[in-house]
């Protein structure tokens, strides 16, 4: 009742406000943007593969390859970051109950995203969405909402776990 | 500063004149780059500077936050009206 009487005292009185600042505000998780950096490395994996089946590479062949292995390195660091914080921020007891198994594969998360950093094959990368596409079946399960994999329509074009979410009435 | 402070509540604040600050007190602060903000004093040094960090782990590093002065600190929180239960 103090908080309602507040918020009416605010409209006139508009009192200063003051900012926590985290990340991103607070009950806003998707773990879509860790799927479509996890995508990114698969496609960068393929542009790179696609400079190896060239006999020798040109000046310009050298700096295109150095932008790819660069932005490879940041959207691995990148996946690791979103899937780390869904883990810390929304992962809470009823979640790990109802997943016991969610800290293994956020670990393994981890280290999949540190070996598509080292390494340049497509196995690492697909392995590293495979498990992203597992933690992103996890969170949604524990929202109550279902998913449905499709691949998705851009390149690489692999398996994407979407969520299932009601559509609002025109 | 989730989940002691949350969002859309209010705090009332003590002015930083009136009261002395110490580490674990949640302040309010005019920060250079991040303006007005609530965090909690994680260390304050010999000449009163004011480092701050937030509860939630989400929350910008105490590297990116940096020292304060004593007079960008605005008020010691002191009492928080959390928002009711939807």
Redesign the interface.
Known sequence: ????L?TQM?KFLS????????????KIYDPCTAQVAALSIIRLMDLIAELDQKDSLTLADQAQLARLVREKEIHAAKVKEEVR?IW??YFKQPQFDQFPNANELVHSIMLAGSASKQHINREQGEKLLALVNEFAAMFWTTKGITTFTANCPYPPEMPVVYPQLAPVPA | MAPHFLPDAFVISISRRLTRLKVGDVVVANHPRYKRIIKRIAAIDPQGRVQLSGDNPASTSQEKLGWLLPSQIIGRVIYQIKPTQP
């Open positions: 009742m103090m908080h309602s507040l605010d009192f200063e406000r003051a900012d926590a600042h985290c990340d991103i505000p607070c914080v810390g921020d």
